[in-house]
DNA sequence: ATGTTATTGAAAATGATTATCAATATCAAT
DNA sequence: ATTGATATTGATAATCATTTTCAATAACAT
């Protein structure tokens, strides 16, 4: 994704295009994993002394805003954030290792799953009168580096 | 779930029955809804003046640990509770609101479902080595109420 | 170029959860 | 029932991720 893109999003959405945040998209353009605040702070830190890990955030909860980004709660109170670069990509789930909070995407079965996804959201909607707007499936387990690490 | 059964989980797992515990459990029980730690504690200290937030935390913890508890992240830092009670009740998912932060489970589908978990887990485990324990399906949209309120 | 206003980064604040620790309660063995 | 070893309790302090505050700076429409 080149850097200009983001720039009309941004200028589009009101908000200005700043080093940072080039900064900030460039890493996550490049790497396409998935990076806690924190981690995108230290690798930026290298390339981009000065920083804040303030920016970082409010980089991120725009890009979120603007439904680019995806966070995933690993349930110990730090998130992991990934963009969402294109429609096929965004079909993909995760596969999060309990002992080292490791995350790995997995997309198989997109169709199968498009399916049952697809009944279930309409009914969720007739049943509870819920109007869905995404969704978030995600395996707990034991990689297999921390498998043989014992 | 009568409050014996449960006395004889903690006993049986190196762990005292208490009056602070029967409590949380009484409560996860009577209710069966989904509860963050702190309302927990608010509900008991109505009956229970004097219960410790902490305490709650370490039950909620060991309930966790032995299997009979089930923890849903919101991506706020916050966490919600549920006691998983029998195994029908075990193959749920949830619907969360963006708006309000409530929960509510969904049970349609369970048949096609494991199907597709089964099969998923299968591939997951021959592609990346993951050894799956747990899974956690979650969808996200607006609720009826959170729709009204605009 | 200039003025308005969004953005920045440092520091402090917040909110959920966890660690510490002395006092207390549980319960297995008598 | 009493005792003693030790798990548990609750108050307090500590952590850790994320937000808020605010004065200085930078972006960009004009």
Redesign the pocket.
Known sequence: MPSHKW?KR??GS????????EAILNLLSRTSKHL???EIYRSLFRIYP??????V???L??LEKMGYLNKIPLG????KYELITNSEEKHHHHLICTQCGKVIDYTDFVGEELELINKTEQRLKKKHGFKITDHNFEFYGICKECQERR
Chains 1, 2 share one sequence.
């Open positions: 720039r941004f200028r009101g908000s200005r295009w700043t080093a940072p945040r806690s605040a924190k000065g920083i804040g890990l303030t920016t955030y409010r980089t909860d725009i110990t109170g730090e998130n």
